[in-house]
Protein backbone atom coordinates (compact mmCIF):
# COMPACT_ATOMS: atom_id res chain seq x y z
CA UNK A 1 0.00 0.00 0.00
CA UNK A 2 1.14 3.58 0.19
CA UNK A 3 2.66 3.50 4.12
CA UNK A 4 6.31 4.16 2.85
CA UNK A 5 4.63 7.82 2.10
CA UNK A 6 3.89 7.95 5.99
CA UNK A 7 7.17 6.41 6.78
CA UNK A 8 8.88 9.25 4.57
CA UNK A 9 6.86 11.98 6.44
CA UNK A 10 7.81 10.18 9.59
CA UNK A 11 11.69 10.24 8.99
CA UNK A 12 11.48 13.82 7.76
CA UNK A 13 9.70 15.25 10.65
CA UNK A 14 12.62 13.12 12.90
CA UNK A 15 15.13 14.54 11.25
CA UNK A 16 13.64 18.01 11.07
CA UNK A 17 13.13 17.52 14.97
CA UNK A 18 16.53 16.34 15.67
CA UNK A 19 18.29 19.09 13.31
CA UNK A 20 16.74 21.82 15.60
CA UNK A 21 17.76 20.45 18.96
CA UNK A 22 21.19 20.19 17.50
CA UNK A 23 21.28 23.54 15.91
CA UNK A 24 20.25 24.96 18.93
CA UNK A 25 23.09 22.75 21.48
CA UNK A 26 25.76 23.96 18.92
CA UNK A 27 24.46 27.33 18.98
CA UNK A 28 23.64 28.25 22.57
CA UNK A 29 26.03 30.38 24.67
CA UNK A 30 28.13 28.29 27.14
CA UNK A 31 28.15 30.10 29.91
CA UNK A 32 28.86 28.70 33.67
CA UNK A 33 29.33 29.78 36.76
CA UNK A 34 27.60 29.46 40.63
CA UNK A 35 25.28 32.54 39.83
CA UNK A 36 24.31 31.16 35.94
CA UNK A 37 22.48 27.86 38.05
CA UNK A 38 20.71 29.72 40.82
CA UNK A 39 17.34 30.31 40.59
CA UNK A 40 15.71 33.13 39.76
CA UNK A 41 12.93 34.38 41.26
CA UNK A 42 11.87 38.63 40.77
CA UNK A 43 15.37 39.29 41.99
CA UNK A 44 14.50 38.12 45.48
CA UNK A 45 15.75 35.28 47.55
CA UNK A 46 13.10 32.85 48.48
CA UNK A 47 11.96 32.74 51.75
CA UNK A 48 10.55 29.82 53.45
CA UNK A 49 9.02 26.98 51.63
CA UNK A 50 7.57 26.43 48.44
CA UNK A 51 5.21 23.71 49.50
CA UNK A 52 1.89 24.95 49.57
CA UNK A 53 -1.12 22.86 50.46
CA UNK A 54 -4.16 24.16 48.33
CA UNK A 55 -7.63 22.74 49.51
CA UNK A 56 -9.67 19.72 47.62
CA UNK A 57 -12.47 21.98 47.08
CA UNK A 58 -11.14 24.31 44.63
CA UNK A 59 -10.36 21.41 42.14
CA UNK A 60 -13.61 20.21 42.96
CA UNK A 61 -15.03 23.29 41.59
CA UNK A 62 -13.05 23.44 38.78
CA UNK A 63 -14.16 20.23 37.89
CA UNK A 64 -17.68 20.77 37.86
CA UNK A 65 -17.09 23.90 36.51
CA UNK A 66 -15.29 22.21 33.39
CA UNK A 67 -17.94 19.04 33.33
CA UNK A 68 -21.06 21.63 32.76
CA UNK A 69 -18.32 24.10 30.34
CA UNK A 70 -18.26 21.02 27.97
CA UNK A 71 -22.26 20.50 28.53
CA UNK A 72 -22.44 24.06 26.93
CA UNK A 73 -20.11 23.05 24.19
CA UNK A 74 -22.37 20.16 23.09
CA UNK A 75 -25.81 22.00 23.72
CA UNK A 76 -25.20 25.10 22.06
CA UNK A 77 -24.26 23.21 18.49
CA UNK A 78 -26.63 20.46 19.01
CA UNK A 79 -29.73 23.34 19.66
CA UNK A 80 -28.87 24.57 16.24
CA UNK A 81 -29.72 21.76 14.38
CA UNK A 82 -31.72 19.61 16.67
CA UNK A 83 -34.84 20.21 14.10
CA UNK A 84 -33.23 18.53 11.24
CA UNK A 85 -31.96 15.31 13.24
CA UNK A 86 -35.26 14.75 14.47
CA UNK A 87 -36.32 12.86 17.82
CA UNK A 88 -33.10 10.56 18.08
CA UNK A 89 -30.92 13.33 18.71
CA UNK A 90 -33.53 14.85 20.71
CA UNK A 91 -33.41 11.31 23.18
CA UNK A 92 -29.90 11.16 22.92
CA UNK A 93 -29.12 14.95 24.40
CA UNK A 94 -32.06 13.62 27.13
CA UNK A 95 -29.82 10.83 27.81
CA UNK A 96 -26.79 13.40 28.17
CA UNK A 97 -28.36 15.75 30.21
CA UNK A 98 -29.60 13.22 32.72
CA UNK A 99 -26.16 11.79 33.25
CA UNK A 100 -25.00 14.65 33.74
CA UNK A 101 -27.96 16.06 35.97
CA UNK A 102 -27.66 12.58 38.30
CA UNK A 103 -23.74 13.42 38.55
CA UNK A 104 -25.15 17.08 39.30
CA UNK A 105 -27.07 15.04 42.26
CA UNK A 106 -24.86 13.18 43.38
CA UNK A 107 -21.85 15.66 44.02
CA UNK A 108 -24.56 17.46 45.88
CA UNK A 109 -25.61 14.83 47.94
CA UNK A 110 -22.13 14.45 48.73
CA UNK A 111 -21.63 17.61 50.05
CA UNK A 112 -19.11 18.81 46.86
CA UNK A 113 -20.67 21.92 46.25
CA UNK A 114 -21.15 22.95 49.89
CA UNK A 115 -17.84 25.52 50.69
CA UNK A 116 -17.23 25.47 55.02
Known amino acids: MDYWV ?6 IAAAFA ?3 LLAA ?7 GGKLKRTAYECGME ?5 AVQT ?4 YTYALLFVIFDVEALYLFPWAVVVRS ?4 ALVEM ?8 AGLAY ?8 WE
Open 94 to 101: AIFLGVLA
Open 6 to 11: VLVLFA
Open 46 to 50: AVGTT
Open 55 to 58: NIRF
Open 107 to 114: AWKMGALQ
Open 18 to 20: GGA
Open 25 to 31: FLVRPRV
Open 85 to 88: TGAV
